[in-house]
Nanobody, 116 residues
C-alpha cells in the first residue's frame, strides 16, 4: 500500500504560479512512476504530467513550457511547478503513483483555481 498526501493548491490570478507537492508513504520503495492528472468541470480527466524512476518526463500539450514536474526520490515526493497559469488550468489535481508490481495509487486531490 502507498499513501499519497498532496498540498499546494489554491487560488491564483492568471499569469501566476503555484507549486504542488505530493508525498508518498507506506510501501514507497516500490514506486516506479509518479504523476499528476487533473479534472476540470465538464471535462474529462487528463494527464497533466508524469515522471518515471529514470527522470523521464511527459506533459500534456496544453501545459508544455509552463509546467515542470520533478521528484525527490530520497523524500518520495513529486512536485509540479505551474507557471503562467491560465483560467483553463482550473481543475482538481490528483497525484498518482505506479508501483513496480503494477499497482496504482491516488491522492485525495487538491483544487487549483485560476481566476482574477
Amino acid at each position: 500500500q502507498v499513501q499519497l498526501v498532496e498540498s499546494g493548491g489554491g487560488l491564483v490570478q492568471p499569469g501566476g504560479s503555484l507549486r504542488l507537492s505530493c508525498a508518498a508513504s507506506g510501501s514507497s520503495f516500490s514506486i516506479n512512476a509518479m504523476g499528476w492528472d487533473r479534472h476540470a468541470p465538464g471535462k474529462q480527466r487528463e494527464l497533466a504530467a508524469r515522471i518515471n524512476s529514470y527522470g523521464t518526463t511527459a506533459y500534456a500539450d496544453s501545459v508544455k513550457g509552463r509546467f515542470t514536474i520533478s521528484r525527490d526520490n530520497a523524500k518520495n515526493t513529486v512536485y509540479l511547478q505551474m507557471n503562467i497559469l491560465k483560467p483553463e488550468d482550473t481543475a482538481v489535481y490528483y497525484c498518482y503513483t505506479l508501483t513496480r508490481s503494477g499497482g496504482t495509487y491516488w491522492g485525495q486531490g487538491t483544487q487549483v483555481t485560476v481566476s482574477s
